[in-house]
C-alpha cells in the first residue's frame, strides 16, 4: 500500500497504518500507544508526521465528529457516514445511498465539482441506550 502511494517503507509507517486497520476510528493518543506497544518508543511527533503523510496520500481518512478529537479510519475511497454516541462517544460507518447518492447532490453547488459529502448521525450507541437498573423501582441510562 505505502509503495502504491509512492511513500517509502518505514517501520513507523507500516506501526501506523497497522494501527489504524486494527483500531478504526481510533484517536492520536490511541494508535500512539498501540504503536508504542510494536515499535517500543516512538515521538508523538512522529507519528502526527506519518498520520499527515497517509491521509495526504489516500490511504487513511481523517473524521472530526463536532466536540471530538480527531479519529482515523483506514476506510477511504467511498463515500461512507458516520453515526456517533452522544453519551460515549463511539463512532460506526455507515454506508451512503446505493445507486444515486442524493447525498452528492447538492440543492446549490455553488459552482462547485462535488465528489464527497461528510454526513455524521447523531444518537445513542446500543449499550448506552440500554437501562440499566441503579436503585431498586428507578432505571437510569449508563
Known amino acids: 500500500m505505502l509503495r502504491g502511494a509512492a511513500l517509502?517503507?518505514?517501520?513507523?509507517?507500516?506501526?501506523?497504518?497497522?494501527?489504524?486497520?486494527?483500531?478504526p476510528h481510533a484517536d492520536t493518543d490511541t494508535i500512539i500507544g498501540v504503536v508504542r506497544k510494536d515499535l517500543g518508543e516512538v515521538s508523538h511527533?512522529?507519528?502526527?508526521?506519518?498520520?499527515?503523510?497517509?491521509t495526504g496520500a489516500g490511504l487513511v481518512r481523517r473524521i472530526q465528529p463536532s466536540g471530538s478529537v480527531a479519529r482515523y479510519e483506514a476506510r477511504v475511497g467511498d463515500n461512507h457516514?458516520?453515526?456517533?454516541?452522544?453519551?460515549?462517544?463511539?463512532?460506526?460507518?455507515?454506508?451512503?445511498?446505493?445507486?444515486?447518492?442524493p447525498c452528492l447532490t447538492a440543492s446549490d453547488d455553488s459552482g462547485f465539482v462535488i465528489?464527497?459529502?461528510?454526513v455524521v448521525y447523531w444518537g445513542r450507541c446500543?449499550?448506552?441506550?440500554?437501562?440499566?437498573?441503579?436503585d431498586p423501582?428507578?432505571?437510569?441510562?449508563v
Open 137 to 141: 423501582g428507578r432505571s437510569a441510562r
Open 45 to 54: 511527533q512522529a507519528v502526527y508526521d506519518v498520520l499527515r503523510a497517509l
Open 115 to 118: 465528489d464527497e459529502a461528510e
Open 8 to 23: 517509502r517503507v518505514t517501520r513507523p509507517r507500516l506501526a501506523v497504518l497497522h494501527a489504524v486497520h486494527s483500531h
Open 81 to 101: 457516514h458516520h453515526v456517533v454516541c452522544r453519551s460515549c462517544g463511539a463512532i460506526a460507518d455507515v454506508d451512503c445511498a446505493v445507486g444515486h447518492t
Open 126 to 134: 446500543p449499550a448506552c441506550s440500554t437501562p440499566t437498573t441503579t
